[in-house]
């Protein structure tokens, strides 16, 4: 169901040139008529705005019920950055935020990891931008076990694409759910940008695009 959250996020997500439609790559190689790039959020207000979004998705899933928050290099640097400060002006929910370096530092404090430490037995929650094949969740996992034994039980997503991963009939979401026992969860999914653009009435060529692809790619 397209709830008045849902649409007011594709219609920001759409202004912000974030999410958009014509032919792209993805990660994982398929070409998809849409497309999520976070990467064209650039102003204060819509970082901000981004924020208070995950905030809302993580207060109503968790609560306060976790220790610190994750974003992957590079887009979930400021997506994560966002949402703490959201968490801790919004709710009162103050926690410690990090995120990690593509590259080890081999000078001042070293390592890979910016921001918080985490310590063994913490509770670490992930924001990213999009799920498409699981390949980044794949790359994540082992940077925070190498850091400590933490315990991630909570993902966090703008979108979920609901897209086939490496085995037939799972999404990646529903892989990424077996393999590493993480719950994702996303302020919308492909089936809420669809359902959007048919109460425009205006996208008939993209829908007809969309309707191929995820009869190809998608599981719902």
Do not use: W
Request: with cysteine.
């Amino acid at each position: 169901m397209l709830t008045k959250n849902k649409k007011e996020f594709i219609e920001f997500m759409m202004q912000a040139d974030v999410l958009r439609f014509g032919e792209f790559k993805t990660k994982s190689g398929r070409f998809t008529p849409y497309f999520v790039n976070t990467g064209n959020y650039k102003t204060g207000k819509q970082i901000a705005t981004l924020g208070k979004f995950y905030a809302q998705l993580i207060k109503e899933t968790c609560g306060d019920n976790f220790d610190c928050m994750f974003g992957p290099a590079y887009k979930g640097i400021p997506l994560v950055t966002a949402t703490a400060a959201s968490l801790a002006t919004e709710y009162q929910i103050d926690k410690p935020y990090f995120f990690n370096r593509k590259e080890v530092k081999d000078h001042g404090e070293g390592g890979n990891l910016v921001g918080y430490q985490p310590k063994e037995n913490d509770t670490v929650i992930i924001i990213e931008d999009v799920i498409t094949a699981g390949t980044a969740i794949r790359e994540t996992m082992p940077v925070l076990k190498n850091a400590a034994n933490v315990t991630v039980n909570h993902m966090f997503i703008s979108v979920n694409r609901c897209e086939i991963g490496q085995t037939k009939g799972k999404t990646a979401i529903m892989e990424v759910s077996e393999e590493f026992g993480i719950q994702v969860h996303s302020i919308i999914s492909v089936q809420d940008i669809y359902e959007y653009l048919k109460e425009q009435g205006s996208y008939d060529a993209v829908l007809d695009l969309m309707e191929k692809y995820m009869e190809q790619y998608c599981v719902f």
